[in-house]
């Protein structure tokens, strides 16, 4: 069974830093990608970032230059730094991650339970 588990998040003002960590924990063989989804009330589930297991990112564009993903292979944990957030930053954010748990199985997507992030105006 593998868990992810978030924490962070929380209520900022309009300008201010935030900062979402995740961890995965349960029978992993290997990680692949990890990244932060997020979801606004009454809108669509968008990928906000991602990071490989060799460090490379990808952003979408309305976040790019505030926000920055990280993560610790060793620990296999993830971390989204979020600075000059704005109000249309306002959803719960979901931990993702594609891996293994057998070196025979299939990757397979594996989420969190969603964390609320809200910027005030």
């Known amino acids: 069974q593998v868990q992810l588990v978030e924490s962070g998040g929380g209520l900022v003002q309009t300008g201010g830093s935030l900062r979402v960590s995740c961890a995965a924990s349960g029978s992993i063989f290997s990680i692949d990608v990890m990244g932060w989804y997020r979801q606004a009330p009454g809108k669509q589930r968008e990928l906000v970032a991602t990071?490989?297991?060799?460090?490379?990112?990808t952003y979408i564009d309305s976040v790019k230059g505030r926000f920055f993903i990280s993560r610790d292979n060793a620990k296999n944990t993830v971390d989204l730094q979020m600075n000059s957030l704005k109000p249309e930053d306002t959803a719960v954010y979901y931990c993702y991650t594609n891996l293994k748990i057998h070196r025979s199985l299939p990757q397979r997507d594996y989420w969190g339970q969603g964390t609320q992030v809200t910027v005030s105006s």
């Open positions: 990071i490989t297991s060799s460090g490379k990112t």
